[in-house]
């Protein structure tokens, strides 16, 4: 049973839709992620959460919006995405060393199997 | 020069067989190493973290080289059941920052 929940588990959208995932964290962990992984690629970094701290991407179209009301939930918020957005969106938290020096590594979440048509 | 490179495989290996992986990272800063684990359609699950001066668990073995810069994972005695994707992933000392390579496949056939 993972410590990190993802809704929905699968998602079809129309291009003009507009929806948003959820990712919840029960681990305590202080910063949590949002990553796209595509087919024969790795996984992209889009939004880092780290407790006050957002680090975005700034590859990451407009479309996408992260939000994070707090240390364990995290959202992102779609509208008018393309066909090449459909991927697996993995929410991802972890909790970081103090001082700076590393991580402990990540515990994933099941993933949104995104589908635009 | 990508952060971090693996050999994408695939890797088809017989049940039994001793099987090793390499992932080589490009900054010298990098400060916490793990290995993933990732089945098809499934999320990525944290196999075993690598440590300076190597770790065993059961029939897995990860070595670190930071002159060389590189990982490995030692895969001893394979099952069925290691079929999967692994995935090399590499995190700075500063920030939140993890880097993944594009994972390397492998199969273990009966």
């Known amino acids: 049973e993972t410590g990190v929940t993802q809704t929905p588990r699968h998602l079809v959208m129309g291009m003009t839709n507009k929806k948003s995932l959820k990712c919840e964290q029960h681990l305590g962990h202080n910063a949590m992620y949002w990553y796209k992984q595509s087919a024969k690629k790795p996984l992209e970094l889009m939004f880092v959460?780290?407790?006050?701290?957002?680090?975005e991407n700034n590859s990451v179209p407009s479309r996408f919006s992260p939000e994070c009301p707090n240390s364990s939930h995290l959202f992102l918020h779609l509208h008018t995405l393309q066909p090449e957005d459909s991927a697996l969106y993995l929410c991802?938290?972890?909790?970081?060393?103090?001082?700076?020096?590393?991580?402990?590594?990540?515990?994933f979440g099941s993933g949104t199997r995104l589908t635009v048509v | 020069r990508k952060e971090v490179e693996q050999d994408p495989g695939p890797f088809n290996v017989p049940e039994g067989a001793t099987v090793a992986f390499n992932c080589t990272y490009s900054?010298?800063?990098?400060?916490?190493f793990f290995w993933y684990r990732q089945d098809c359609r499934k999320e990525p699950k944290l196999l075993m973290s690598v440590y300076s001066s190597g770790n065993e668990d059961g029939r897995f073995t990860a070595q670190l080289n930071r002159a060389s810069q590189y990982i490995s994972l030692l895969i001893r005695d394979s099952k069925l059941s290691d079929s999967a994707t692994y995935l090399c992933v590499v995190n700075m000392a500063t920030g939140n920052q993890f880097y993944f390579g594009t994972g390397t496949s492998l199969t273990v056939i009966p």
């Open positions: 991802a938290s972890s909790q970081d060393r103090v001082g700076g020096h590393g991580s402990y590594g990540y515990t």
């Open positions: 959460y780290s407790l006050e701290e957002r680090v």
């Open positions: 900054n010298s800063a990098s400060q916490s």
